[in-house]
């Protein structure tokens, strides 16, 4: 590990950094009682940083030494992700305010790329910085921007400009449902009937299967089939909960928290407790702020409350890196490490969190179990249509009139969405084409609109539903742009750790950047990536590339 320029060392002092006493009490009046475990590294680096907007050398070595860990394995940590600025010995540091400029699909086919650079020229770099970052999760508000932590919908070089004249840094807290409130409508009532004996994990497993829930997340694996395997397994056992939703275009968890947060955390309790688990563990995207305020505050109230009594939950700060959404990486980052995705098998279910049997879940999936079993499975199911059950949280953004969060049938079509719950297109806009899942999900065009969208339904066209993350492209938008776009984030956000990922993103996103659409060479690239890389960045970054070839000839003038 090297920051530059190293200190000067006497013969009988160890090799090198060397430890200032200065640094060391400055870190161990921010950690205070905090404990030094290994698996809070990551913790404790989001107090250094969010103290001093940086992480200098002499803060790391310091934290090195009071968590007894090699400088180089905090320091390889650190530099992971994209939310901790390392400073190096004779290097300056960021200005102490940084602007966000969304740049993903979204807000860049609404100019996302023209408001960063008007904002960079008319700014002091001592004292702000313009960042370009990938997906902040407001894409119904594209343009978005983050002032600090202030969100700014809707984006203009005005209200960016006035936010920062004003000093509105800090994140506005929406109104959602406290405590008081969610228990006067009868919340935690089935928690304590769970803790009654009256309902064990196979009873409401099956209740999950016979409602039809499945993961939300994307992966869309049957919830009660999860609750099964790790429910039989020994102890002890862990639930994580995955709230990284950096997938652009997805912005459903962060909608529902922001609104009623403890029909989540309710149906975390019940199945921590169903499945005897020994604690859990709620990963949130940095991203979010008011969300992280949000979940603070109402765990903290849970326990006042004497709510979370055995089973305790612990709430980890991500630092800004997608690939922390893939399960296995989300838990090496919550044990303190790089998100590096695991080679399986052994899944998570088995050998998960701390090496134990690990129950997995995203957001949604668990907001909606106190309504399946309060209401029943067939309440749930009867809600989808041609024969698909359940609701679902679509993100919806792009060129529609009235973008944001559609609970809408499982089943229904783009259509049917656009019109029925979007008001159709933006004025001046005809539909052309759609992400259907997000990055990842592929793209299609306006005339494959009435197929159901669902789990397994896109399989045929080369897509997937994936997070159910709707992005609508229309007449004024060039598709060849929009994988361009999204494969520059694809780059951007591998992880690096396997060569058809690493090396397969930088050339692909070269070729389309030289406007070099060989399809002989993307198919031959494609087909490394897809079968060669650990974990789905990889296997999917190039399908939104092959869905432009496939779906949108016009575009290359054929």
Same mark, same amino acid.
């Given at each position: @590990?090297?920051?530059?320029?190293?200190?000067?060392?006497?013969?009988?002092?160890?090799?090198?950094?060397?430890?200032?006493?200065?640094?060391?009490?400055?870190?161990? #009046?921010?950690?205070?009682?905090?404990?030094?475990?290994?698996?809070?590294?990551?913790?404790?680096?989001?107090?250094?940083?969010?103290?001093?907007?940086?992480?200098?050398?002499?803060?790391?070595?310091?934290?090195?030494?009071? @968590?007894?860990?090699?400088?180089?394995?905090?320091?390889?940590?650190?530099?992971?992700?994209?939310?901790?600025?390392?400073?190096?010995?004779?290097?300056?540091?960021?200005?102490?305010?940084?602007?966000?400029?969304?740049? !993903?699909?979204?807000?860049?086919?609404?100019?996302?790329?023209?408001?960063?650079?008007?904002?960079? $020229?008319?700014?002091?770099?001592?004292?702000?910085?313009?960042?370009?970052?990938?997906?902040?999760?407001?894409?119904?508000?594209?343009?978005?921007?983050?002032?600090?932590?202030?969100?700014?919908?809707?984006?203009?070089?005005?209200?960016?400009?006035?936010?920062?004249?004003?000093?509105?840094?800090?994140?506005?807290?929406?109104?959602?449902?406290?405590?008081?409130?969610?228990?006067?409508?009868?919340?935690?009532?089935?928690?304590?009937?769970?803790?009654?004996?009256?309902?064990?994990? &196979?009873? =409401?497993?099956?209740?999950?299967?016979?409602?039809?829930?499945?993961?939300?997340?994307?992966?869309?694996?049957?919830?009660?089939?999860?609750?099964?395997?790790?429910?039989?397994?020994?102890?002890?056992?862990?639930?994580?909960?995955?709230?990284?939703?950096?997938?652009?275009?997805?912005?459903?968890?962060?909608?529902?928290?922001?609104?009623?947060?403890?029909?989540?955390?309710?149906?975390?309790?019940?199945?921590?407790? #169903? %499945?005897?688990?020994?604690?859990?563990?709620?990963? @949130?995207?940095?991203?979010?702020?008011?969300?992280?305020?949000?979940?603070?505050?109402? %765990?903290?109230?849970?326990?006042?409350?004497?709510? =979370?009594?055995?089973?305790?939950?612990?709430?980890?700060?991500?630092?800004?890196?997608?690939?922390?959404?893939?399960? $296995? #990486? @989300? =838990?090496?980052?919550?044990?303190?490490?790089?998100?590096?995705?695991?080679?399986?098998?052994?899944?998570?279910?088995?050998?998960?969190?701390?090496?134990?049997?690990?129950?997995?879940?995203?957001?949604?999936?668990?907001?909606?179990?106190?309504?399946?079993?309060?209401?029943?499975?067939?309440?749930? &199911?009867?809600?989808?249509?041609?024969?698909?059950?359940? +609701?679902? $949280?679509?993100?919806?953004?792009?060129?529609?009139?009235?973008?944001?969060?559609?609970?809408?049938?499982?089943?229904?079509?783009?259509?049917?969405?656009?019109?029925?719950?979007?008001?159709?297109?933006?004025?001046?806009?005809?539909?052309?084409?759609?992400?259907?899942?997000?990055?990842?999900?592929?793209?299609?065009? #306006?005339?494959? &609109?009435?197929?159901?969208?669902?789990?397994?339904?896109?399989?045929?066209?080369?897509?997937? %539903?994936?997070?159910?993350?709707?992005?609508?492209?229309?007449?004024?938008?060039?598709?060849?742009?929009?994988?361009?776009?999204?494969?520059?984030?694809?780059?951007?956000?591998?992880?690096?750790?396997?060569?058809?990922?690493?090396?397969?993103?930088?050339?692909?996103?070269?070729?389309?950047?030289?406007?070099?659409?060989?399809?002989?060479? %993307?198919?031959?690239?494609?087909?490394?990536?897809?079968?060669? !890389?650990?974990?789905?960045?990889?296997?999917?970054?190039?399908?939104?590339?092959?869905?432009?070839?496939?779906?949108?000839?016009?575009? +290359?003038?054929?």
């Amino acid at each position: @590990m090297s920051f530059g320029k190293g200190l000067s060392r006497k013969p009988s002092q160890p090799k090198g950094r060397q430890l200032e006493d200065a640094a060391l009490g400055e870190v161990q #009046a921010l950690l205070g009682d905090e404990p030094r475990r290994r698996d809070l590294l990551i913790e404790h680096l989001h107090k250094i940083q969010d103290a001093y907007g940086r992480l200098e050398a002499r803060h790391l070595r310091a934290l090195a030494e009071e @968590m007894r860990l090699a400088q180089a394995e905090v320091y390889e940590v650190a530099s992971f992700y994209h939310h901790f600025d390392i400073v190096r010995e004779g290097e300056t540091g960021p200005a102490p305010l940084t602007v966000r400029v969304c740049d !993903s699909v979204a807000c860049s086919i609404k100019g996302a790329d023209a408001l960063a650079a008007v904002l960079e $020229s008319g700014v002091d770099p001592a004292k702000v910085r313009i960042q370009k970052v990938p997906c902040i999760g407001r894409c119904a508000g594209a343009p978005a921007v983050q002032v600090g932590k202030r969100a700014v919908d809707n984006a203009s070089e005005v209200s960016v400009r006035a936010t920062l004249f004003e000093g509105k840094t800090e994140p506005v807290i929406p109104d959602y449902i406290k405590l008081d409130a969610y228990r006067a409508d009868g919340g935690y009532e089935l928690l304590e009937r769970v803790r009654a004996g009256e309902f064990d994990a &196979a009873t =409401i497993a099956d209740k999950a299967l016979e409602a039809g829930l499945r993961g939300l997340g994307g992966a869309g694996f049957p919830t009660g089939t999860k609750w099964k395997i790790v429910n039989d397994l020994p102890g002890p056992k862990y639930l994580t909960i995955n709230g990284d939703e950096g997938e652009p275009g997805t912005f459903k968890d962060r909608y529902h928290l922001e609104r009623d947060p403890h029909r989540l955390l309710e149906g975390a309790l019940i199945a921590a407790h #169903a %499945i005897s688990a020994e604690r859990v563990y709620l990963y @949130m995207r940095d991203e979010y702020p008011a969300v992280l305020e949000i979940l603070e505050k109402e %765990i903290e109230a849970l326990r006042s409350e004497g709510i =979370i009594t055995g089973i305790d939950i612990e709430l980890r700060r991500g630092a800004g890196a997608y690939i922390c959404g893939e399960e $296995s #990486a @989300m =838990i090496e980052s919550i044990e303190g490490k790089r998100g590096l995705p695991r080679h399986r098998p052994p899944f998570i279910a088995q050998v998960g969190l701390f090496g134990r049997p690990t129950l997995n879940h995203n957001v949604e999936t668990l907001f909606w179990i106190r309504d399946i079993i309060e209401k029943g499975p067939d309440w749930f &199911a009867s809600q989808g249509r041609r024969d698909h059950k359940g +609701f679902r $949280s679509f993100s919806v953004s792009g060129r529609v009139r009235d973008p944001g969060v559609k609970l809408a049938p499982a089943g229904i079509t783009m259509n049917e969405l656009l019109e029925e719950f979007c008001g159709g297109m933006e004025e001046g806009h005809t539909f052309k084409g759609y992400l259907p899942g997000g990055a990842s999900g592929g793209i299609l065009p #306006a005339s494959l &609109a009435d197929e159901p969208l669902d789990f397994g339904t896109l399989d045929k066209h080369g897509c997937f %539903i994936g997070s159910h993350a709707i992005v609508v492209f229309s007449d004024q938008d060039d598709m060849r742009d929009v994988a361009l776009n999204l494969m520059r984030f694809f780059k951007h956000e591998s992880c690096g750790q396997c060569t058809p990922c690493r090396s397969g993103t930088e050339k692909m996103e070269h070729m389309l950047a030289e406007n070099d659409w060989d399809e002989a060479k %993307i198919a031959d690239l494609d087909a490394v990536m897809r079968s060669a !890389s650990i974990c789905g960045l990889g296997q999917a970054a190039s399908n939104p590339v092959a869905s432009v070839l496939k779906f949108f000839p016009e575009e +290359f003038g054929k």
